[in-house]
């Protein structure tokens, strides 16, 4: 029998808990709901005197867990294993954390998952409050992280593995968010725009990539193309909670790397092990996709993404004339607008920059999921609560241009213009 210890989250749960698939492994460390980025921060003394006896939690676990992310005993925790193996994923970094100012510098006290409650918030507050002359407590999202410090702190978790575990005895498995999930009718649906997958799992690849290259010697165990969500999912519907297929794949993988004689048998059995998880993959998406088009007008619905395409060039003709460039510039200087923002960068809005290259109009920033910024213009995280302040904001999305306005109308006081909206006022002057 085997004894791994795991890094991971609810993945690497249900991994191992297929009935009589797993009879060769002994789970002996799990960690989970810990981010990296607070993983890595150095240990205060004055967290000694915390108390989390009495804070909210539903289980042992996630009071073991929340206990050694707290207090930063986690690394302890992982010399204590005796452990052959480490089972290593990241996705816990797509996790908000809570921040407070030690000295001049952003301190990562915690990880704020969706089960740290209000009240364990509060409570944590109240301790900072008093224990360190009145600091603060606030939530931040990875996404707003510096570069340098998210590479730092991977490179740091990947240093701390290092000195339990040599790195031919660690395995990464490199997950990704779905962007789709069977529902329980049998039918294909798209995770809603709340997830944020596109945004995640940029972050995921960027930081598995930097994890991968810092444990050299490592084996990885790739994510299948077409592993899509489950909503009949044990625990519910959540783009990494994924049909039992994928389970399967992966655990056949683990026992892969551990039973190959040498990397040339392993690559070549994790390559084939992969190749036939696709293409049970992509039956099992293609009989989903069956059923969903028999209930939905497919055809409908291609027909209006080559309308928005249509529009797209016809706008493209349009702007290039100058006419069109005279009446936005003068429409601009009417209202008065002297700085503008943008939603989404789409070739509407490479349109707009491009036309007001020569004119007095600032481009205060652009609303994208990048992590820096484009051409010396200011990126801002969709995700983000505080949009900065403009004379006005263009919606370049055609798609969700009437969700993004919803949204816009709680986040922004100035006005917000689809492109509809540009062309109808222009088309009256």
Not at 72 to 80: A, D, L, P, V
Not at 158 to 181: C, D, G, H, Q, W
Not at 197 to 207: I, P, Q, S, T, Y
Not at 281 to 293: G, H, I, N, P, Q
Request: net charge positive.
């Amino acid at each position: 029998m085997k004894k791994l210890c795991i890094w991971g989250c609810c993945i690497e749960r249900d991994l191992f808990g297929i009935p009589n698939d797993n009879e060769e492994f002994q789970i002996d460390r799990f960690v989970s709901f810990t981010s990296p980025l607070s993983f890595t921060e150095k240990p205060l003394e004055m967290l000694n005197s915390l108390d989390l006896s009495i804070v909210e939690v539903d289980s042992n676990f996630r009071r073991r867990n929340m206990e050694m992310d707290l207090k930063k005993t986690g690394e302890n925790y992982f010399k204590e294993t005796t452990a052959e193996w480490c089972l290593v994923d990241i996705a816990d970094i797509r996790l908000d954390l809570l921040q407070t100012i030690i000295g001049n510098r952003n301190y990562f006290l915690g990880t704020k998952t969706s089960k740290f409650t209000t009240y364990n918030k509060n409570l944590l507050a109240q301790w900072l409050k008093k224990e360190y002359q009145g600091a603060t407590l606030t939530e931040i999202s990875p996404f707003s992280v510096n570069t340098d410090r998210l590479k730092k702190s991977i490179i740091g978790f990947a240093e701390i593995l290092k000195k339990r575990f040599p790195t031919n005895r660690i395995i990464v498995n490199k997950v990704r968010m779905s962007e789709y999930y069977e529902s329980k009718t049998g039918v294909l649906i798209q995770f809603s725009k709340s997830w944020n997958v596109d945004m995640v799992n940029r972050l995921l690849d960027e930081c598995v990539n930097w994890l991968i290259e810092a444990l050299e010697d490592c084996h990885v165990i790739e994510m299948p193309t077409n592993t899509i969500g489950k909503e009949a999912h044990k625990w519910g519907p959540s783009p990494l909670h994924y049909i039992d297929e994928y389970y399967r794949y992966g655990l056949s993988a683990i026992k892969i790397i551990l039973n190959a004689n040498g990397k040339k048998q392993e690559k070549f059995l994790l390559s084939e092990n992969k190749r036939k998880a696709e293409l049970k993959f992509l039956e099992y998406m293609t009989d989903v996709a069956k059923r969903t088009a028999q209930r939905y007008n497919i055809k409908t619905m291609l027909n209006e993404e080559k309308n928005i395409k249509k529009y797209y060039s016809t706008l493209k003709k349009i702007a290039m004339t100058t006419n069109f460039k005279k009446k936005i510039v003068e429409f601009f200087k009417e209202k008065g607008y002297k700085s503008v923002a943008f939603y989404r960068k789409t070739d509407i809005t490479d349109l707009f920059c491009k036309l007001f290259e020569d004119e007095s109009i600032y481009i205060a920033y652009i609303v994208e999921n990048f992590r820096e910024n484009i051409d010396n213009i200011k990126i801002i995280p969709k995700d983000s609560n505080i949009y900065p302040s403009a004379d006005l904001i263009i919606i370049c999305d055609l798609i969700w241009e009437k969700d993004i306005k919803i949204k816009l109308n709680k986040l922004v006081d100035f006005p917000i213009y689809t492109i509809d909206n540009i062309l109808e006022i222009l088309n009256n002057k």
